[in-house]
């Protein structure tokens, strides 16, 4: 079954959710997409402003205490980074997280975020998207950074983005290897890619330079960009802890195939040099990265084949990852 099967609780939750803050009489929700969680729009029917996101959690994804943990990063961004990012809103009570329990037993938890101004990054905006991702890059660098000056990171409830939780034995979001697509020779090769990266990732190692709390979906359409040209991030939901290289991955996920791709890395790393180091060591791991968030994200779209993204994301989905796990093998094969 489903994550979304019975989609119909989620709108139950989500209207339960709403009448708990202090909106106003002309407020209304409007759902908008699956993913980790059903996200919905607030916003006021008489000025059509959009007010905020809410977020219904999938039951048994995150904890209270992990949420709890996002917002507490969230505003440690905004109060000491340059950097916007979404801020929580509360409700009549005072919390950030709502505990509601649905018709069908399952404990969901709920969160209401600001909405900001902007537009997600295109691939197809030839002209501006590069110089985007260099914005991108010095944006997360600057992520990175706080994270590192932050007293409190390590104590924060999230859990690991390791190669286990990514592809391996205890995968997230389900296992590669499980993708309709993928024929009994598709897997050969990735099965030969899946186990240089463990060995990579193992060489590379867990230290204070390479590691850390990171967003962990850097990707597209959770960044945005206003009129002024001013880049934001959104949707900490899947932030945990990883290696830094993670996030650059993240960042062209479903396009890692594309001509642009090389051109985004490059204007990525432009701008996180200009805030952090980033090193040799790491430099040699970015194939390594990208084809490890390729296998993730086989994974996700075949256990989140009834989430709204993944239906788009899967044409030409085998041909991308095997011209890459390809390449790859090349490389380090």
């Known amino acids: 079954m489903g994550a979304f099967d019975n989609i119909q609780v989620f709108h ?3 209207n339960q959710a709403i009448k708990k803050y202090d909106f106003p009489s002309m407020t209304e929700i409007k759902f908008l997409t699956l993913s980790e969680n059903a996200t919905y729009l607030i916003y006021n029917t008489k000025t059509k402003e959009k007010i905020g996101f809410l977020r219904v959690g999938r039951p048994d994804y995150h904890t209270h205490e992990e949420y709890d943990a996002e917002v507490a990063w969230l505003y440690e961004i905004n109060n000491y980074t340059p950097l916007q990012v979404a801020n929580p809103l509360y409700a009549r009570d005072g919390s ?3 505990d509601i329990k649905g018709s069908d037993g399952d404990m969901y938890y709920t969160m ?3 909405a900001l101004a902007g537009e997600p990054l295109d691939e197809e905006d030839t002209e501006h998207i590069v110089n985007q991702y260099e914005m991108l890059g010095e944006i997360t660098a600057y992520l990175h950074k706080q994270t590192q000056m932050w007293n409190k990171t390590s104590t924060l409830d999230r859990w690991d983005w390791d190669y286990d939780n990514i592809i391996g034995k205890t995968a997230k979001w389900g296992h590669w290897q499980d993708y309709e697509g993928f024929s009994d020779a598709d897997k050969e090769i990735l099965t030969q890619c899946d186990e240089i990266i463990q060995k990579r990732l193992l060489r590379y190692g867990k230290n204070d330079e390479n590691w850390g709390l990171i967003h962990a979906d850097l990707r597209q359409s959770n960044v945005l960009v206003d009129a002024d040209k001013k880049i934001k991030v959104i949707d900490f939901d899947d932030a945990g802890f990883g290696w830094y290289l993670q996030d650059l ?7 890692e195939h594309k001509d642009i791709a ?3 890395i490059n204007g990525w790393l432009r701008g996180y040099k200009k805030v952090m180091p980033f090193s040799d060591e790491s430099f040699a791991e970015i194939d390594t990265f990208i084809m490890l968030r390729r296998l993730q994200m086989s994974a996700w779209l075949e256990t989140h084949s009834d989430s709204d993204p993944a239906k788009g994301f899967k044409i030409g989905w085998v041909d991308g990852t095997m ?3 390809k390449r790859y093998l090349r490389i380090f094969g």
């Open 12 to 14: 139950e939750v989500a």
């Open 96 to 98: 950030y997280i709502q």
């Open 112 to 114: 209401i975020t600001e």
């Open 249 to 255: 991955a993240a960042s062209i996920s479903f396009i």
């Open 262 to 264: 090389p051109d985004l």
């Open 323 to 325: 011209m890459l796990a």
